[in-house]
């Protein structure tokens, strides 16, 4: 199978803070830096401005747009100067000094970092999440989030492993993107833990099953082509009670059939050590 190349992009969400007293905001677009290839981008919302006017109706229509007509300019300067400089250590200090903490009524969020095989989609995939919050698929939001969550407690209890976000495991032919994987290769590639957030609360039993039964096809052809990881750990987050519950463990107990790892959403020391061993 072909590997993908994964970079480490950093990004951070530009938000829109005119009252400091009160700490609220509107966040308003994303700014991604990719060392490895010297790339400066950035997202941002540059027509709208009702959403702003509805969270702040006291405040200026024009000082707002005018400033936001300001940021917008640097940034442009700023790209421009990174793809024309070519210089990755340049890209690092003006990246970071663009984002760092300032008095002002634009500031950034705290610097975070993904992992892609395209840095140059990045910005406006994070756009649609952190400014749109496009999520047309409400329950695979929150396996995003649940994803996140682990990822961020497996970088802060096991600082010393590497942990890969969004990696494709299997062949050219077939293959499944895994939320987050590590340890070493094993044969044909295959990344030895695999770890798959799975939400299966719902509000109909044939909703748990639909989407269950999605993955466990997955695992099973990732079995019949022997890309399965030694250790496929699924996080589930079960329905509340009643039918759902009921589908929800006959998915469990098929997925532990095909030789997958079942804990709970929350077993976050369970899933370090699992996953991290």
């Keep these: 199978m072909k590997q993908t190349t994964q970079y480490a992009c950093n990004y951070a969400v530009l938000r829109f803070l005119p009252y400091p007293e009160t700490g609220e905001f509107v966040n308003l677009g994303v700014v991604v830096h990719c060392p490895a290839l010297g790339f400066l981008g950035a997202e941002l919302e540059g027509r709208k401005t009702r959403r702003v006017t509805n969270f702040f109706p006291e405040l200026e229509r024009t000082a707002f747009t005018d400033a936001r007509r300001a940021i917008a300019a640097e940034l442009w300067r700023l790209e421009k100067l990174v793809v024309a400089e070519k210089d990755t250590e340049l890209g690092r ?4 000094e663009f984002v760092r903490p300032r008095e002002t009524v634009f500031r950034f969020g705290e610097i975070r970092t993904i992992l892609t ?30 994803a996140q969550r682990f990822y ?23 293959h499944v993107r895994i939320p987050i994987t590590t340890g070493l290769l094993g044969a044909n ?19 748990v099953i639909e989407h269950g ?17 030694e250790r496929f750990i699924f996080a589930v987050r079960h329905p509340d009670a009643g039918n759902c519950m009921d589908a929800a463990e006959k998915i469990v107990a098929d997925l532990k059939a095909e030789g997958a790892m ?4 929350d077993e976050t020391e369970n899933l370090v050590a699992l996953a991290a061993d």
Excluded: C, S
């Excluded at 200090?93 to 970071?96: A, K």
């Excluded at 010393?160 to 062949?171: A, P």
């Excluded at 590639?189 to 909703?207: F, G, M, S, V």
């Excluded at 993955?215 to 022997?226: F, S």
């Design 93 to 96: 200090r003006i990246f970071r």
């Design 117 to 146: 095989d395209d840095p140059t989609t990045v910005a406006e995939t994070l756009f649609k999440q952190y400014v749109n919050r496009d999520f047309a698929q409400p329950k695979v939001y929150q396996e995003t989030v649940m």
């Design 152 to 174: 961020d407690a497996l970088r802060e209890f096991r600082p010393d492993r590497i942990f890969h976000r969004g990696r494709l495991v299997g062949t050219e032919e077939y």
């Design 189 to 207: 590639d295959t990344p030895l833990r695999a770890i798959k957030p799975l939400d299966l609360q719902r509000t109909e039993p044939t909703a």
């Design 213 to 229: 039964d999605a993955w466990i096809q997955r695992v099973r052809r990732l079995k019949a082509i022997e890309r399965m990881p």
């Design 262 to 265: 079942i804990i709970g959403a």
